[in-house]
């Protein structure tokens, strides 16, 4: 079955400190993997993707994730969280062949103490 | 500018009215959703279509029934609304299926009493 496990509901960093939130999924074909932020009231903005090529993608505001095909791994990671990081952060997966739907992990709650 | 909108944001009904929640995209996406999403449940797919008149069932479609009749806009419609559909509820688009990012419109929040 295809899935997502993001195993932390919720993670409390300080400002300034290192971040990684984790990712791992089931999926039976070619994974195509995503993540997305949600500010509060808001809905999903993509932080990044990865399709193939280098392990380890780029996106917005200082964030990588670095895929793991062994593991089945896509952990999200910020060298230096500010306070205006938190948010939901959500893990998904896709395909490439045929009507394939999107699945969600259940979503990470960051909370930044200043 | 690719945007997905969604109205009303702000919805409240009684126990047994009907609810139409509107969305549109302008990026000629073939493919939109509806999810709802509960403390805790994080996002839950209620209806996906694939282009007009072309849909199919989520995850939890007992209660909702869609209309696609044009690509630019996709419609949830909840006949006789209960108090556990209760939700927020978001729209969102994607060129196709598959591997294509979804954008997201702003959300929608029903309580119904």
């Known amino acids: 079955a295809q899935s997502v496990t993001q195993p932390d509901a919720r993670v409390t960093v300080s400002e300034g400190a290192s971040l990684q939130l984790r990712c791992k999924y089931s999926?039976?074909?070619?994974?195509?993997l995503f993540w997305y932020v949600q500010y509060p009231r808001q809905g999903l903005q993509l932080l990044l993707k990865?399709?193939?090529?280098?392990?380890v993608v780029q996106g917005v505001n200082g964030f990588e994730a670095e895929f793991i095909k062994s593991n089945s791994s896509f952990h999200l990671r910020k060298a230096s969280v500010h306070w205006s990081d938190s948010a939901v952060y959500f893990c998904?997966?896709?395909?490439?062949?045929?009507?394939?739907?999107?699945?969600f992990g259940k979503g990470t709650s960051l909370t930044v103490i200043p | 500018d690719m945007k997905v909108t969604q109205m009303p944001r702000y919805l409240i009904k009684r126990m047994g009215e009907n609810v139409l929640l509107e969305c549109g995209q302008d990026?000629?996406?073939?493919?939109m959703y509806w999810y709802r999403q509960d403390p805790g449940l994080g996002l839950q797919l209620i209806y996906i279509?694939?282009?007009?008149?072309?849909?199919s069932e989520g995850d939890i479609p007992k209660g909702y029934r869609v209309s696609r009749k044009k690509r630019e806009h996709f419609s949830l419609i909840l006949d006789s609304a209960k108090t556990n559909q209760t939700s927020v509820y978001f729209c969102?688009?994607?060129?196709?299926?598959?591997?294509?990012?979804?954008?997201f419109g702003p959300g929608t929040r029903l309580t119904v009493l």
């Open positions: 990865y399709y193939s090529g280098d392990p």
């Open positions: 990026m000629s996406h073939e493919t």
């Open positions: 969102a688009s994607s060129l196709y299926t598959g591997q294509y990012e979804q954008y």
């Open positions: 279509s694939y282009d007009v008149d072309s849909n």
């Open positions: 998904a997966v896709s395909g490439n062949t045929g009507y394939q739907n999107f699945y």
């Open positions: 999926y039976s074909g070619t994974p195509y």
